[in-house]
Every structure is written in C-alpha cells, then in structure tokens.
C-alpha cells in the first residue's frame, strides 16, 4: 500500500511540474493530501463548472485553476487542430512552430 501512495503522489507532483503553463504545484503534502479529497473520484471537463482548465493534448488530463484549482480535469481538445485566432484561444507559436492556446475554453490545446 505504501508503495502505491508513493507511486500516487510522484506522478502527481511530476503532472503538476511537466509544463511551464501548468500553475505551481502546492508546496506541502498537507496542501496535496487536501486539494486531493476535495477533488472527488469524477474528473469533469476542463472547460466547464469554473474549472477554468488548462489542458494537455497528449495526456488527455488538464488541471484546473479556479474552482476545484488543482484537481485533475479531462481535457477538451479533440482530435482536430483549430485556428490559433479562433474561439478566444489567444494562441502562441513557438520557435519549433508548434502553436498551443494560452487562453479561452482550449487553454493548453495545440493550435495552428
């Protein structure tokens, strides 16, 4: 059991230092353990109930942060690619050309 738990906790924290756009992690286990419980066992979509998700395109999981901030949330993206201008995306093309949404209901999805 305690072995799962560290499994549990590690991806946790890895998930939530992967990305720049992906909001700090909480800074004890305490704060973890908490934001864990209030979270629930149902993980809505990013881009509804305040969640105010930021999504990732390869896990399909994004991470909320307003309402239920920190908890985990499945990720809108789909398999299409849209416009960076489209849908409040407010999207930003790195130096590989990879553009990503920085705003809007696909905060987090590639763009194009």
Known sequence: MQLNFVTVLSAT??????????????????????????????????????????????????????????CPCASVCGPHTGSCSDNGCQGQIDSDGIGRCTAGSFNGCFCF
């Open 13 to 70: 924290l890895l998930f939530a230092g992967m990305a720049s756009a992906m909001p700090a992690a909480p800074g004890s286990l305490g704060e973890i353990l908490s934001i864990r419980q209030e979270c629930g066992t149902k993980n809505g979509p990013c881009d509804k109930n305040g969640c105010a998700g930021i999504n990732d395109p390869i896990s399909g999981l994004g991470v909320c942060t307003a309402s239920f901030k920190g």
